[in-house]
């Protein structure tokens, strides 16, 4: 867990973050003890990076995690939320649920707003809803429709308060890479949060994104390491995830095919996912959701242990891996 710098900021993150949506209720319930367990079993497990956001169960998330790190010690802990959907209440919710993922009350409704005001309205809810008087990191979230508003006044708006002290770092999160590289490429962030797209079965942020990244001293937190549920376990069932739906029969044979070589070098599908991710040069963390301290006190684990640099040369040679893929560890040689 020794703590990386974020591009050239004074943010140092560790090599496993916690990512909260899980706790937010992403798809099903988590009662609150369940909850506050997965945060403080991350904490046992030297995590002291910790990812949140308004989106996440409609504030829930936040809620849930700024009560615990109260507790664990916030001035420890480097905590990153999100801009760009504000919180709105919703006029007669009327026992209506949330139809965005989560398993919570339609209490609020979530507006896209990437303005400077804004942002400001938006870190300044995230921090009631945290129960802390700053965030040490903050990412535009998913401003794939909103780009001309999210560079001309969102990414000015968290450069000044960077510029001010009030934030250490700021940044992009996408599930996308090629407005990714836009902002590497064009604005001055700090880091950027890459869902999904620099994994075991999807390596597109080499195409251009992984290199701008190297270039310009951008930090990657490499966030869906196991694409939504495909690669969190050796043998990924009928049902099994892939990017937010079920995974088509050659995704999943693509990674039982890796499975099957991973495990002749007794390293199990969730291990080599989460070395692989981590093994990028620009690479600061790896970020995993958990709903219990069991899940992610097994991936702190698997993340500890080391992997033959063998499994990484056979995968490429079977073409399970991009050519071009940096080799983790003394194989990158």
Known sequence: MNPVRLGRSGVFVSALGFGSAAIGNLYRAVDEETAFDAVRAAWDAGVRYFDTAPHYGLGLAERRLGRVLAELGRDEAVVSTKVGRLLVPTPNPRGRRDDAGFDVPADHERHWDFSADGVRRSLESSLRRLGTDHVDVVLLHDPDDHWNQAVEEAYPALHELRHQGVIGAIGVGMNQVRMLERFVVETDVDAVMLAGRYTLLDQSALEGMLPACRRRDVSVLAAGVFNGGLLAVDDP??????????????????????????QRYRVSLPQAALAFAAGHPAVAGVVVGARSGEEITRDAALLARGVPGELWRELRERGLLRADAPLPGSAAQ
């Open 237 to 262: 069932p009928a049902d099994a995830m892939y990017d937010y739906a079920t995974a088509p029969e050659e995704i999943r044979a693509r990674a039982r095919r890796i499975a099957e070589v991973a």
